[in-house]
Nanobody, 122 residues
Framework: EVQLVESGGGLVQAGGSLRLSCAAS????????IGWFRQAPGKEPEGVSA????????LYADSVKGRFTISSDIAKNTVSLQMNNLKPEDTAVYYCATDPFYFGLLYQYDSWGQGTQVTVSS
């Protein structure tokens, strides 16, 4: 059974940093892509970043380029999202997701975590 567990969310002031982690189990981690998404109240889910564990390719939404960095620790089956220079508009519930066949920022992943709240105060 695929399981994804996010951690690291919290409350931070604008300009601050947070590091989210996604612990994965139940599948061959280095064969899958992992995506990070976020959903703010009343808004559609937004793809933030993704990493393909097979070849290390990464993707970023324009809204986070230069501020967020995705990385993968194959030995620990964990993907991290380092978020710097946070802005109030980054406030959302952040989810990680995985799929054996899809790598991208669209809402097409098959398995999802429960989410972690990120709140950025101005």
């Amino acid at each position: 059974e695929v399981q994804l567990v996010e951690s690291g969310g919290g409350l931070v002031q604008a300009g601050g940093s947070l590091r989210l982690s996604c612990a994965a189990s139940g599948f061959t981690f280095d064969d899958y892509a992992i995506g990070w998404f976020r959903q703010a109240p009343g808004k559609e889910p937004e793809g933030v970043s993704a990493i393909n564990n097979e070849d290390g390719r990464t993707l970023y939404a324009d809204s986070v380029k230069g501020r967020f960095t995705i990385s993968s620790d194959i030995a620990k089956n964990t993907v991290s999202l380092q978020m710097n220079n946070l802005k109030p508009e980054d406030t959302a519930v952040y989810y990680c997701a995985t799929d054996p066949f899809y790598f991208g920022l669209l809402y097409q992943y098959d398995s999802w975590g429960q989410g972690t709240q990120v709140t950025v105060s101005s």
